[in-house]
């Protein structure tokens, strides 16, 4: 019994060590990794599916294959993650405030924070805020009921329209159109409804358009187009000529026809949405991301997910960036010869 009994104690003692040896790899795995939010909008825009493949693309985290060997060619113990929000605006004070590590937003959102203008009038500028890259143009949206009636932005006086959450990147841009054309929120009925929301609201015919700023098909309103006779209305003419000459971050555009189920394209306008991040978050570990980012194997990731994921190119990473470049970012732009 002896022999049996010491037996069994050297086994048990064995899977004890085995244990702490698993336990402690695993501990060592797990602090080794580190994760990184990317801040988006509403899950049935643009931004969530689009940055849920980047983060993808970026992240590596303990245990995956290599780069050469089929594997991830991501940041080595990053776990990237895109966190739905209310959009451009409350990613910059998500980033800001630290409860972000980075975030999409439209290159004029950027650009007011920066500054201190626009829709930040009176705050202090943000400073800190830094460009990881340009990813794609975002096309104005103006979504009517057939039955509403609505043919032009005019056309708005006296409609309930929903313009999305007051720090969406949507809202400020909704109510640049509405001026341009000579209307102000007092000739509307006005609903704060994200994306989604909107989209069931005027299924429901409880309002009658809304403005939604992302690239196009965002799920939201393709679902919409499938389930209610929709609407997409045209922004154009000579009061466009004024928003461009007023704000350069603005450019002539279209939504093409089919872009949305059985929905006939317009003529509008758009501004490029971009990745974010600010000053404090080391250099090399936004150099690894921009690296990771246009990687020839995130190209093929891009390539079969979202549409506008084709539109994400390093041709054009550069292109309407009126803030500074992050100094991580900006040192692999340097090595790759596209900035000198």
């Known amino acids: 019994m002896g022999t049996g009994f010491s037996a069994l104690s050297g086994a048990i003692r064995a899977i004890a060590v085995g244990v702490v040896l698993v336990t402690g790899a695993a501990n060592t795995q797990a602090e080794e990794i580190r994760y990184f939010t990317i801040g988006t909008a509403g899950v049935g825009g643009t931004y969530f599916p689009l940055a849920g493949t980047i983060a993808n693309a970026v992240s590596n985290p303990p245990g995956s294959r290599a780069c050469d060997e089929g594997g991830s060619c991501g940041v080595p113990g990053l776990v990237a ?6 959009g451009s605006v409350s990613n910059i004070s998500g980033i800001i405030s630290g409860g972000l590590s980075s975030g999409f937003s439209q290159s004029d959102v950027a650009y007011w924070a920066y500054s201190g203008t626009g829709t930040f009038e009176g705050q202090e500028p943000m400073r800190d805020l830094r460009v990881i890259a340009a990813l794609y143009p975002e096309h104005v949206h103006l979504i009517a009921s057939k039955t509403s009636g609505i043919a032009s932005v005019t056309d ?150 979202h549409a506008k994921g084709a539109a994400v190119t390093s041709e054009t990473a550069l292109n309407g960036i009126a803030i500074p470049l992050h100094p991580g970012a900006e040192k692999f732009y340097r090595e790759a010869g596209m900035i000198r």
């Open 81 to 86: 993650v895109a966190q739905s929000s209310h």
């Open 156 to 305: 708005l006086k006296g409609k309930r329209v929903s313009l999305d959450k007051t720090d969406s990147g949507t809202y400020p841009d909704a109510l640049l159109v509405l001026e341009a054309f000579g209307l102000s929120k007092d000739d509307i009925s006005v609903e704060h409804l994200t994306p989604e929301e909107a989209a069931d609201a005027l299924r429901n015919d409880q309002v009658d358009a809304l403005f939604f700023v992302g690239g196009y098909p965002a799920r939201a309103l393709a679902e919409l187009a499938g389930a209610a006779d929709i609407v997409l209305v045209p922004i154009t003419g000579p009061e466009v000529d004024g928003m461009l000459r007023e704000h350069s971050f603005f450019t002539r555009d279209a939504i093409p026809d089919g872009a949305y189920p059985d929905v006939a394209g317009v003529e509008t306008i758009a501004v490029g949405a971009q990745w974010l991040t600010r000053l404090e978050l080391e250099d090399e570990l936004i150099y690894e991301i921009t690296k990771a980012l246009w990687n020839p194997a995130t190209r093929k990731l891009l390539d079969v997910g």
